[in-house]
């Protein structure tokens, strides 16, 4: 999920510190970054690839919500609230096909794909009915090399416009005709943003991945800060092979394998962008892959990522992506294991924040964006009215 960094001069920098602990492990922060982080941002759903039909869906869980995106019957792409208007059940799960109806497995309430009511079981038992008013809640789309975001609350910048200084740079990799090749969804023992932390600097990676670094060159470019939300860092693939078959077996076949639509700069990098909150996405000359960290609960999180690549039916791809795939899901398997560890030693009563290094600029940004957004954040301690509401009394009322 990273690369390494070239060392970055810190003199004439002044000190910057870690968010303090209590803030990865409360049940308010959670809620409240939920609420002002999480639903006024773009949160990725799918490839449209994977909504090639009318009728197709996919949903996407966010906290307590839930959005089905899918393919209209006039072509379109729209989203809508995955709950029923009569009393809120869910409609759909995962990822499939409608065949021209939503229909919900309730009490059978059935909704156009372009989200109108349109009929209602025992409807003679109801009074009148403003069938207009009751088709599902929509939600905001957007869509940016290929990839269909929705945004709950608020108004942000359209995609395009966050995307617009790196569009030149991804454009030869065609990402809007690429294809579904694996997805995955996994559950990490860390808060949410111990994972987007570690996504946001490369300085663990010598010690962290070792894979990784002794793959990469020690030119790292830096990950800059662009505009919108995003930062990006390119690594460079060393030509000295590696002490180990599979990486040492990528490392020639890429050498090897024409990979005509790209620029010569492009065949041997690896190119690693961040989208605050909660988005990482990773370009390599094989394929790319996304992945997305949410909230699932205190002190714990839901990874979810797919990866694609262009058609392409030539055995040394194939051969060329599984290599891929095994080095990164050992990169993700030391990832996991690093966050654990760090919820772990966060719950300690000896542990007061540590200076960041200049190479952990990209994860001070985060947290300078969680101190605005949440201003409790920057206390030492949980403010007295973040105290946990008390459960109700079980038994009978």
């Known amino acids: 999920m990273n690369s390494p960094l070239a060392a970055v001069p810190a003199s004439g920098l002044s000190a910057r510190y870690a968010l303090p602990a209590w803030v990865y492990d409360h049940p308010q922060m959670t809620r409240l970054e939920y609420e002002r982080l999480l639903l006024p941002s773009w949160q990725i759903v799918c490839h449209v690839s994977e909504l090639a039909r009318p ?28 709950s029923c208007r009569h009393r809120g059940a869910r409609l759909l799960e995962g990822a499939g096909h409608c065949p021209g109806i939503i229909t919900c497995p309730y009490h059978g309430w059935s909704y156009r794909l372009s989200g109108e009511l349109q009929s209602v079981t025992a409807r003679n038992t109801f009074g009148s009915l403003d069938r207009a008013a009751l088709g599902l809640h929509p939600v905001r789309t957007d869509v940016v090399f290929g990839f269909v975001f929705v945004c709950l609350v608020g108004d942000p910048p359209r995609l395009g416009e966050v995307w617009a200084d790196v ?3 991804l454009a030869p990799h065609r990402i809007d005709e ?35 670094y002794r ?47 790209l620029p010569e700069e492009h065949r041997r990098r690896w190119s690693f962008y961040s989208q605050i909150p909660n988005l990482g996405i990773d370009i390599f000359p094989d394929q790319m892959d996304f992945f997305q960290v949410l909230p699932n609960g205190t002190g714990r999180c839901t990874v979810r990522g797919a990866c694609y690549g262009l058609p392409d039916s030539r055995r040394e791809m194939r051969v060329l992506r599984y290599l891929n795939a095994r080095i990164n899901r050992e990169v993700q398997r030391e990832d996991r294991q690093l966050c654990r560890r760090v919820q772990l ?48 009394p079980q038994g009978r009322v």
């Open 55 to 82: 009728g197709d869906y996919h949903t996407l869980d966010l906290g307590r919500d839930s959005v089905i995106v899918l393919r209209n019957s006039r072509g379109g792409i729209d989203a809508f609230h995955n």
């Open 345 to 392: 030693g966060l719950a300690s009563g000896a542990y007061r924040p540590g200076p960041l290094s200049s190479l952990e600029d990209c994860m001070a940004v985060f947290h300078d964006l969680l101190r605005e957004r949440i201003p409790e954040a920057r206390l030492p301690a949980a403010p007295a009215h973040f105290a946990p509401v008390a459960p109700a």
């Open 178 to 212: 690429m294809q579904l090749l694996s997805s995955y969804v996994e559950h990490w023992e860390c808060d949410w943003k111990v994972a987007m932390d570690n996504y946001l600097e490369s300085y663990h990676v010598p010690i962290g991945h070792p894979g990784l």
């Open 215 to 261: 793959l990469s060159r020690p030119d790292y470019e830096d990950q800059r800060k662009l505009p919108g939300g995003l930062a990006r860092g390119i690594g460079w693939l060393r030509e000295q092979p590696s002490t180990r078959w599979s990486e040492r077996a990528y490392q020639g076949l890429l050498a090897r394998l024409p990979i005509e639509h």
């Open 167 to 169: 569009a030149a740079e």
